[in-house]
């Protein structure tokens, strides 16, 4: 599933942050499980 605009401007802005490590994480864990 393609990330839509604003899933993509809240991976940059929490990109810096141990929350946006985590929203990637979930992320990817969605992916692999489809």
Do not use: H
């Amino acid at each position: 599933m393609a990330l839509s605009m604003w899933e993509i401007g809240v991976l940059v802005l929490f990109s810096f942050s141990d929350l946006g490590t985590a929203y990637a994480f979930s992320k990817v864990s969605c992916i692999t499980n489809l």
